[in-house]
């Protein structure tokens, strides 16, 4: 049995960055990255923007060049599937083959939610949008004037709305909830982006549920509750996604929304560890004294992945999030700073360049939505990381310097 030294799972931008993380830290022994795509890791932000538009060729989408994977050492194992982690016995199954581990890092990522197959979600022309293989199966079928229905108005199913707009489709973005972003943005920020729809012609209806899916074969339709039908050729879930926890949960590790691990980014199991959309980490207080936090976003991928690579060499560092977003949508840039949860005030600045969004929570600021302001991301970013809470009636005011208040 081959002992293929530090094994990760999964091979996108948390495994990368864990990967490349080991070598820099001086890591000298084998490391192996197994994936099931057969493409070595690569950025997914871009799959549904410039991938779709065409404004990004395949090879700008690779996260590091095949070089560097030769020159580091680091073996990549692509196409193929782990069927099977033992704790106990340190190994990792692929089909008819077993590898051993010395650690091993859980970076599988989240699969989205789809359609069951009786409401028409295994129709042909619906897709997700996670992976290179949806955007390539989707693109052909993006022409001018064809229609096309997102179901789901979160920030995956806008950017696509957005982006198959500009490319001339006729556009219908339909959302259960009583408004767009419902679940991650305040009603301001969902105001604001709702125009910038309105102003391309997508349109958007909120608080509409889905009956079905019409087609015999191809998707042709979009059945609402109620029995209203709007005309499809493509029809885009998103609905959201599911931490892809099935290895760990077979093989007996703790999952909790997600695969849960310590501060320090280390599952149930010894040797065991878990980085970026699959993981769940602990952070605030819960009813218990202690939540748990998952964050979807390259940013956290990032970040945790570096700290469990450190902490696999002995760093002994707890993870301290520093969460940070992004939506491109249309020629206009949302930028993200914080979390939002448990706000209970807006406080709206206009600049003359864009606006932006800040949350609190009675005094203390939690987030910023920074729309074409990347100074009021950039400022806010700092202040929330240094915990620093401006002056509400000083941030509204469109007067206020707000690099001064990096020196309050």
Same mark, same amino acid.
């Given at each position: @049995?081959?002992?293929?030294?530090?094994?990760?799972?999964?091979?996108?931008?948390?495994?990368?960055?864990?990967?490349? #993380?080991?070598?820099?830290?001086?890591?000298?022994?084998?490391?192996?990255? +197994?994936?099931?795509?057969?493409?070595?890791?690569?950025?997914?932000?871009?799959?549904?923007?410039?991938?779709?538009?065409?404004?990004?060729?395949?090879?700008?989408?690779?996260?590091?060049?095949?070089?560097?994977?030769?020159?580091?050492?680091?073996?990549?194992?692509?196409?193929?599937?782990?069927?099977? +982690?033992?704790?106990?016995?340190?190994?990792?199954?692929?089909?008819?083959?077993?590898?051993?581990?010395?650690?091993?890092?859980?970076?599988?990522?989240?699969?989205?939610?789809?359609?069951?197959?009786?409401?028409?979600?295994?129709?042909?022309?619906?897709?997700?949008?996670?992976?290179?293989?949806? /955007?390539?199966?989707?693109?052909?079928?993006?022409?001018?004037?064809?229609?096309?229905?997102?179901?789901?108005?979160?920030?995956?199913?806008?950017?696509?709305?957005?982006?198959?707009?500009?490319?001339?489709?006729?556009?219908?973005?339909?959302?259960?909830?009583?408004?767009?972003?419902?679940?991650?943005?305040?009603?301001?920020?969902?105001?604001?982006?709702?125009? @910038?729809?309105?102003?391309?012609?997508?349109?958007?209806?909120?608080?509409?549920? /889905?009956?079905?899916?019409?087609?015999?074969?191809?998707?042709?339709?979009?059945?609402?509750?109620?029995?209203?039908?709007?005309?499809?050729?493509?029809?885009?879930?998103?609905?959201?996604?599911?931490?892809?926890?099935?290895?760990?949960?077979?093989?007996?590790?703790?999952?909790?929304?997600?695969?849960?691990?310590?501060?320090?980014?280390?599952?149930?199991?010894?040797?065991?560890?878990?980085?970026?959309?699959?993981?769940? $980490?602990?952070?605030?207080?819960?009813?218990?004294?202690?939540?748990?936090?998952?964050?979807?976003?390259?940013?956290?991928?990032?970040? @945790?992945?570096?700290?469990?690579?450190?902490?696999?060499?002995?760093?002994?560092?707890?993870?301290?999030?520093?969460?940070? $977003?992004?939506?491109?949508?249309?020629?206009?840039?949302?930028?993200?700073?914080?979390?939002?949860?448990?706000?209970? #005030?807006?406080?709206?600045?206009?600049?003359?360049?864009?606006?932006?969004?800040?949350?609190?929570?009675?005094?203390?600021?939690?987030?910023?939505?920074?729309?074409?302001?990347?100074?009021?991301?950039?400022?806010?970013? #700092?202040?929330?990381?240094?915990?620093?809470?401006?002056?509400?009636?000083?941030?509204?005011?469109?007067?206020?310097?707000?690099?001064?208040?990096?020196?309050?």
């Amino acid at each position: @049995m081959e002992n293929a030294g530090i094994v990760i799972i999964g091979a996108g931008q948390a495994a990368a960055s864990l990967a490349a #993380r080991l070598r820099s830290k001086g890591h000298a022994g084998a490391i192996t990255i +197994i994936g099931a795509e057969p493409l070595a890791p690569y950025q997914r932000p871009p799959l549904s923007k410039a991938y779709l538009l065409g404004d990004m060729p395949l090879d700008r989408l690779l996260l590091r060049s095949d070089d560097f994977w030769a020159e580091q050492k680091i073996t990549l194992r692509l196409g193929q599937r782990v069927t099977a +982690i033992d704790p106990a016995a340190r190994t990792v199954t692929l089909g008819d083959e077993v590898l051993g581990y010395e650690q091993l890092a859980l970076t599988t990522g989240a699969t989205p939610r789809r359609l069951p197959a009786a409401m028409g979600g295994d129709l042909d022309g619906v897709f997700t949008v996670r992976n290179l293989a949806d /955007i390539d199966g989707l693109k052909p079928l993006c022409r001018a004037g064809a229609a096309m229905v997102v179901i789901g108005g979160g920030y995956i199913g806008l950017e696509a709305a957005s982006v198959a707009s500009k490319l001339g489709m006729m556009v219908t973005v339909i959302e259960a909830a009583p408004r767009i972003l419902g679940r991650v943005a305040s009603p301001e920020t969902a105001q604001a982006i709702r125009e @910038m729809h309105d102003a391309h012609r997508v349109r958007i209806l909120e608080g509409v549920g /889905i009956e079905a899916l019409v087609g015999s074969n191809h998707v042709t339709a979009v059945r609402l509750a109620g029995g209203a039908e709007i005309a499809a050729d493509i029809v885009i879930t998103g609905i959201g996604v599911t931490p892809d926890t099935d290895l760990a949960e077979a093989a007996g590790l703790a999952c909790e929304n997600g695969i849960a691990v310590d501060a320090y980014g280390q599952t149930s199991a010894p040797a065991v560890w878990a980085a970026g959309d699959c993981a769940s $980490f602990p952070y605030g207080a819960g009813p218990s004294g202690t939540g748990r936090l998952r964050l979807e976003s390259v940013g956290n991928a990032i970040d @945790m992945a570096e700290l469990v690579a450190d902490n696999m060499l002995g760093a002994g560092i707890a993870y301290v999030p520093k969460p940070w $977003f992004w939506s491109d949508q249309f020629d206009e840039k949302l930028q993200i700073a914080g979390l939002n949860t448990g706000y209970d #005030r807006i406080v709206t600045r206009i600049s003359d360049v864009g606006q932006s969004f800040w949350y609190y929570a009675g005094e203390r600021l939690l987030a910023v939505d920074a729309l074409n302001d990347s100074r009021a991301y950039m400022v806010g970013k #700092r202040l929330i990381e240094a915990g620093r809470s401006p002056d509400p009636i000083a941030i509204a005011d469109p007067a206020t310097d707000l690099k001064a208040l990096l020196k309050a």
